[in-house]
């Protein structure tokens, strides 16, 4: 028992932080992605480590913190068109104060273009350039096929550049008045 | 403007083509400025992804990880089970087609037995001929629904 605690631990040490950073790029929210995480590990556990397989507990954690997440989002969307029906004031979920004021410029810029991205896209590319898993590894914990996973990732990038290029276009514009 | 072999650069920066194809498409990049600034660009992107900061708290993630280590894992017979819904839907129905097919074989007559007759219609003569038969039933005959069989036995040397 205790071998398997310090295997967990391990895991919980290597993986919680990457888990993490993942979860807010895909939700754009801390506490939530902190939250998700957490709960990732909670059904590790009482899943047990020993019955997977050796170095599949990383993908394994990443596939149910995506499903998590997934949720997460669609409770989001409807607690968004419930309030938007109550009242206008809900309409935008702008990220609060103490939110923003964590957040620096760079990880702003990042979630600006990443949250224009459909779903499985940004989930996919996020993968590939945080984690540097292959894509027979993205394909593994997002169960689709390599070829999906390469169309997704090249246009999440198509997406991400052009998306790019136009807040460079406008910040430019802002620079010169 | 656009170039039909930019998601090649894509696959490129990934590791993702052979060897052959890899040097087939740097030497392309070479020649086309859209591919070429595609990959500048998808390496900028990239970078700005990676450095994308994250330090959780220490003493949360020490905490977050007591709590996890101190929940009891869920033993195999505690598991919910989940079944999909169709294979739900098929358990539920062939269990009440057995159900209904229990109630079809206990409230339907039964069928005679080959070689039985109701007893008013055993003739006199095969009477006659049947010693007394071990079971006499038609004592619980009050008039009712009951219906008394005999059993033609052949005679005892």
């Not at chain 1, 996919?124 to 993205?138: F, H, T, V």
């Not at chain 2, 079944?83 to 007559?109: D, Q, S, Y």
């Amino acid at each position: 028992m205790a071998s398997q605690d310090e295997q967990f631990t391990s895991i919980f040490k290597e993986v919680y932080a990457n888990l993490c950073r993942f979860l807010e790029c895909l939700l754009g929210e801390r506490s939530a992605a902190q939250d998700i995480a957490q709960e990732s590990f909670l059904r590790l556990h009482r899943f047990g480590l020993y019955r997977l397989p050796p170095d599949e507990a990383r993908f394994w954690l990443f596939r149910v913190a995506r499903n998590l997440a997934l949720n997460e989002m669609q409770k989001s969307q409807t607690r968004i068109r419930l309030s938007a029906k109550a009242a206008d004031v809900f309409q935008n979920q702008a990220p609060g104060p103490e939110d923003d004021f964590l957040l620096s410029e760079s990880n702003r810029v990042v979630r600006n273009l990443l949250e224009h991205l459909p779903e499985r896209q940004r989930t996919a590319l996020l993968l590939r350039e945080q984690e540097e898993m292959s894509y027979k590894e993205i394909a593994r914990v997002l169960g689709i096929s390599e070829s999906q996973v390469k169309t997704d990732i090249f246009r999440a990038r198509r997406l991400l550049r052009e998306r790019w290029h136009e807040l460079h276009k406008t910040s430019a514009k802002l620079c010169e008045r | 403007m656009s170039c039909n072999l930019t998601e090649k650069v894509s696959l490129l920066i990934d590791g993702e083509l052979a060897q052959d194809e890899a040097e087939q498409i740097k030497q392309h990049m070479a020649s086309c400025s859209i591919c070429n600034r595609a990959n500048e660009d998808f390496l900028s992107l990239r970078q700005q992804i990676k450095s994308y900061e994250f330090a959780p708290d220490r003493e949360a993630r020490r905490q977050a990880l007591a709590r996890i280590l101190a929940s009891e894992p869920v033993s195999l017979w505690k598991k919910k089970l989940a079944l999909p819904v169709p294979l739900f839907a098929f358990v539920m129905l062939l269990m009440m087609a057995l159900a209904g097919w229990a109630i079809f074989l206990r409230v339907a007559p039964q069928p005679t037995p080959a070689g039985l007759r109701p007893v008013d219609q055993v003739d006199d003569a095969i009477r006659a001929q049947t010693p007394q038969p071990g079971f006499d039933l038609s004592r619980f005959d009050h008039g009712q629904r009951a219906e008394i069989y005999t059993a033609r036995r052949t005679p005892q040397q």
